[in-house]
């Protein structure tokens, strides 16, 4: 059984609901994210997801974007993302991290760190470093079945977005190859976008578990408690990324931890009330 999945079968028999913040790597500074990563554990999350910034992140908003944009700028790629979990998990080795973002940066690394045996080099490497799980956002469900099998070999999960306009055919797609579990993006469009319709989520949910086993989270539109509560009843999961990003940027840096920390309690003690 993966780290993710364990999670969510003491959650289940726990009865409490898994909370996954996210935050760009290297945002909004350069060495932060270990430290932030520590923070978030501490202000109640059971997954952490970790963004890989790309020059060209076609699900994210402008927040988001913003965050990539300074991260790349501070010389953050993969090979730092895979430090900064090797750096975490010197203190952490039960919290599941997620790696989120696009082909590209996977696709370059492999590029440049070639193995002579033919494995993939980030996935080797990113198990090594202690990652959990891999959401690209581009790699289609109907094309990964070799990746997701060495990244199961390796005891890495492979989660998929499924989305308002997901087809009863892409379902059924996602679910023969995803693990850990499935983010269900609850907006048309991207990150940071919208009002969440939280009754359109409700009625959608039960139609993605006619399909996917897995447990099935909620991103793209919960910014604070209430919402957060409100979809904790009907998801297995629930996501926040643009939110902390806006809360922590322009903080002074001693002051980034503690701002996402208690955020994260807030949300946390919602989810269990």
């Known amino acids: ?50 963004g890989v910034p790309f020059s060209d992140p076609s699900a994210d908003g402008p927040v988001i974007q913003k965050a990539g944009d300074k991260a790349l700028a501070a010389g953050i790629g993969m090979v730092q993302v895979l430090d900064m979990v090797r750096a975490f998990r010197t ?9 989120m973002g696009y082909a590209n940066p996977v696709e370059r690394y492999n590029q ?40 199961k070999s390796h005891g890495l999960d492979l989660i998929f977005l499924l989305a308002p306009t997901s087809t009863d055919e892409r379902m059924q797609q996602v679910a023969a190859v995803a693990s850990g579990y499935v983010y269900y993006v ?46 904790g009843k009907v998801a ?11 809360l922590i940027d322009e903080v002074p840096r001693d002051q980034v931890a503690s701002v996402a920390q208690n955020f994260l309690r807030e949300i946390r003690t919602a989810l269990d009330s």
């Open 1 to 50: 059984m993966s780290r993710i999945a364990a999670t969510f079968s003491k959650l289940k028999t726990s009865g409490h609901k898994a909370l996954i913040p996210y935050v760009t790597a290297g945002f909004p500074f350069a060495d932060i994210t270990p430290e932030l990563m520590h923070a978030f554990v501490a202000g109640g999350a059971d997954v952490i997801e970790l």
């Open 91 to 99: 203190q952490d080795t039960s919290t599941p991290v997620v790696l």
């Open 236 to 246: 297995d999961a629930v996501v926040i990324g643009s939110k902390i990003i806006q």
């Open 186 to 231: 609850s907006l048309k469009g991207v990150t940071g976008s919208g009002t969440l319709d939280t009754a359109s989520v409700e009625a959608m949910l039960p139609r993605i578990r006619q399909h996917v086993s897995v447990p099935v989270g909620v991103g793209f539109g919960i910014r604070d408690a209430v919402t957060a509560r409100a979809i």
């Open 112 to 151: 440049k760190h070639d193995r002579l045996d033919g494995q993939s080099a980030f996935v080797a490497d990113a198990a090594a470093a202690g990652v959990d799980g891999v959401l690209i956002v581009d790699y289609p469900p109907e094309e990964c079945e070799g990746f997701a099998a060495e990244l």
